[in-house]
């Protein structure tokens, strides 16, 4: 079983930055591929970047490209999502997600078999 947890989100003012942490409880992190997905309101759950198994290949959406990193920390069982130039936009429930196999690029839901609840992001203007 493998458990997730989101933090760091918050309001922040166009233009700032925030850090997201995904926290992941199991003995078998390194067997897992991790992303984040984002549900601005009104709209359906949407893939934002992916992290490799080795941690040393990223995938972004176009519109956070230049702007977002994410990354892991194996040692710590930690995935971070880096937000910078953050615009009214990109305000959404971000989660985080667990695979063991995915195609391409993870960036299908249905490639995740465990999901976090959830940290709100909201960009003012």
């Known amino acids: 079983q493998v458990q997730l947890v989101e933090s760091g989100g918050g309001l922040v003012q166009a233009g700032g930055s925030l850090r997201l942490s995904c926290a992941v409880s199991t003995r078998t992190f390194e067997d897992y591929a991790y992303a984040w997905f984002r549900r601005a309101p009104g709209s359906e759950r949407k893939w934002v970047a992916s992290?490799?198994?080795?941690?040393?290949?990223?995938y972004y959406t176009d519109s956070v490209k230049g702007r977002f990193t994410v990354s892991r920390e194996n040692a710590k069982n930690t995935v971070i999502l880096q937000m910078n130039s953050l615009k009214p936009d990109d305000t959404a429930v971000y989660y985080c997600a667990a695979a063991r196999s995915w195609v391409d690029r993870g960036q299908e839901e249905y490639e995740y078999a465990y999901w976090g609840q959830g940290t709100q992001v909201t960009v003012s203007s």
């Open positions: 992290v490799t198994w080795s941690g040393a290949v990223a």
